[in-house]
Structures are given as structure tokens and as C-alpha cells.
């Protein structure tokens, strides 16, 4: 433990005293750099050991209930239950006081509970909001601004939106002839991350990509993708709840937006608050479960940033909506047991994951067979738009699992986008 805390001082220390500005060297190899500490140094998993430090939730659980099947956790999801881990016959996740109270009926066998506070005490001690190898939003953002500026004859930033807090949505653009908000009839295709807040590698895993398409912008397959696609970069998809959840100086297991709900609560599941069988299976009407769906469907405006997005340009036909953590790499339905109705699309989706899996050496299967989720925003996409989108679920054990992880998932990962680009100028091509 000693050592991983060295480390991540080291990577600190390191960190700061060459922060990326505008003029700094953003290429993916230097990045890496930054980032890497030997394998043997990925974060362990959690330990759940009493602590007194602060940032713990009142009446917050970590629990593990049984479940054997996904009926049985679609039901937890609705107690407003937030599933982290899966495993044959259980779940384990966190549980506030009014999921709590539902775990304690019959319907449900509650088989350990620890107090968030414990796990959070036993998390932090290794990894501070201060371990700065993870992109905060402003690390995000000038990152992105410099990618940007040093590669303007094909890459642009732009916003897509704002925040309930009102920090802007940032993507970067890449195509060797529109900049911008443009128009472009290239065939699309839109990297998503991190609309969970606390599921950081989703972060990283998409800004890398930008980052290491702008470094091999000359090699040849990249060259042909810049120049016959239209490509958006969106690394951080929720800036607010990535904030909360790592500026008190201890990790707050946060995953929602940061809006204020009816009964002053705070946040909605932005994972469940688009309109896709609103709020019917796997979701949560109570504002204060993890799984909330909102007042209405869209009733944020980090979903209704990302379905305006989605709406105005309809050139776009692959996406990646990154999460973690569960190395596993969705498509649709999610909210609904069916396979999606379309026989060509029901192919391409398992194609391209199959081949997107070997690539990651993650398992491809259909979302709803983990558990059944209404209001996901992959399902909404490629019901309103026709997009073949796709839900990663990235590797790692833990929502802090270290800076040691980001190098092997990256690398794994851009793999994948990288084979995705390949097939988007007709995702059919190869059924
Ligand atoms: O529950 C979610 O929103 C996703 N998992 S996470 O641990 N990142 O929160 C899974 C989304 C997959 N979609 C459905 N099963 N509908
Ligand atoms: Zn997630």
C-alpha cells in the first residue's frame, strides 16, 4: 500500500511540474509516459476495512444481495440499487437508506452490507483526488484545445452543450474538411465517455484515442479515415458529477449528474434518462437512488446535449459510449429482452462486437443480458437514428483501479475504434 501511494505521489509530482499547455507536446507516446508505472502496481481490489475518514454518504451500504439471474437483478435496479460487480448468483453495489429498506423485505436475500463510509476510507488512502495521472475536466479540456491546435488543417473543438453546473460538453472534431459545428455527409462516427462520473478510465480511453489518432494522422489506414470520415471525440460526457466526485480530496463513488431532484436530492442516472422504454425496467422513480431516471425522459441537459447532437447529424453511423467496469462490449436492446427487430443490423452489431471483443479480449453480448435498463442512451440512439451503437464496459476491477491500467486499456481499446472506424463507411460491408 506504502508503495502505491509513492507511486502515485511520483506520477503527481511528475505531473505537475510539466503541465500540458497549449505549446506542450500532447502525443500519445508522451502521454504515456506520464502515465505509466509497472504492471505489478495496478490497484489491488478494494478493501472494505473500517475507516473514519470523511466523504462518506450517511446510510450508505456497499452490499451484496443474491440475484441469480437478470430478472432478478433488473428487480435490484428498480429497488434503486446501483449493481457494480456481478458475479453467477449475486451482486454486489451500493445501496442508500431507501434501497435499504426494500433490501430488508422478503423479496430480496441481503447476504453482507458495509457501510460506505468504510469503503471509501479503504480506497482513498492510495489514490487522492490528487493523483493527477487521470484528466480532470480542465486537464480535459486543454488537452483537447491542444490536440486541436496543433493539428487545426483537420481537428476543431467545439461545445455541444452545457451543464446543469454550466461547464461546457467538449468535443473535438476531426475530418480534413469541415471544422466546427459544419455540416459534413462523410460518414460519422462518435466516441462517447464517461457519462457515469466516476468511471474515470472512461475518460481516459477516448481522450487517448484523440491523442493517438493525431499522432498517426500519416499513417496510412488513419490518413483514410480523416480524410473519408467524420469523426467526434466526446471524452467526458457528465464534466459536473466528474468534479464531485474527485475535488473533496476523497473518491465519492458518484455517478449521476449533479441536478437538484424534487425532494433537494442530487442527480439523475444519465444512463437512464433517455427515451427509451423511459423508466420502465432497471430504473428508479425515487431521486435519490443511483438509478434515478429523472422527472421525464431528457429531463437533463447532458442528455439532451447529447440527443441534440445525435439529431443534427444524422451522417453519423457507428458509436462507442464508453463505462466501466466489466470488460464487456454491449448492443442493443438493453431495456428490452428482444433482439432489435432489423435481421441486417442484428448482424452487424454482433459482427462488429465479435471482432471489437477479439480486439479488446473483451466478451461481446447483448446489453440486456447483463441486466435489463431502460432509458440507456445506446438503445435510444439506434432506435431514433438508426446508429449502431455500442455500450463499453472497460476493464478493471474498482472504479479507482490506478494509473497503471490506462496504458494496457488504451492500447486495447484503440484497437477497437480503430476497427470500427474501418467499417463505418458501411458497417454491413463485412455480415
Ligand atoms: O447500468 C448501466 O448504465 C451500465 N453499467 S454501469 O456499470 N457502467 O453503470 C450498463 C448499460 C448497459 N445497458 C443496459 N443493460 N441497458
Ligand atoms: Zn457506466
Known sequence: ????????????????????????????????????????????????????????DEGRYWVTVLAADKHARTRLLEAGMDIVEISKDRVSG???????????????????????????????????????????YKETTDLLNSLAA??????????????????????????SSAKGTAPSSKPGAFFLGNIHAREHLANEVPLLLAAWLMDHRNDADVKKYISTLDIYIVPMGNPDGVEYDVKSGSYQYYRKNMSVNSDKSRGVDLNRNFDSWWCESGASTYPNSDTYCGPKAFSEPESQAIKRFFEARRNIKTHISYHSYASEILYPWGGNEADVPNAKDKQAFVKIAGEMAKLTGYESLKSSDMYIATGDSCDWAYAATGVLAFTFELEGRGFYPGAAIINGAADRNIKAAVYLLSVTDNPYKNI
Open 94 to 136: 451500493f445501496a442508500g437508506p431507501y434501497t435499504m429498506a426494500q433490501l430488508s423485505s422478503k423479496a430480496f436475500t441481503l447476504v453482507s452490507k458495509v457501510p460506505a463510509s468504510a469503503l471509501a476510507g479503504g480506497y482513498n488512502k492510495d489514490f487522492p483526488s490528487a493523483d493527477s495521472a487521470y484528466h480532470n
Open 150 to 175: 496543433k493539428n487545426s488543417d483537420i481537428a476543431s473543438v467545439f461545445s455541444i452543450g452545457k451543464t446543469t453546473e454550466g461547464r461546457d460538453i467538449w468535443c473535438l472534431r476531426i475530418n
Open 1 to 56: 500500500m506504502k508503495k502505491l501511494l509513492l507511486v502515485s505521489l511520483l506520477l503527481q509530482a511528475a505531473y505537475f511540474a510539466a503541465p500540458l499547455q497549449a505549446e506542450d507536446n500532447v502525443s500519445y507516446s508522451q502521454l504515456l509516459a506520464q502515465l505509466s508505472v509497472p504492471a505489478a502496481d495496478i490497484a489491488p481490489e478494494p478493501s472494505y476495512s473500517k475507516s473514519t475518514l470523511p466523504g462518506a
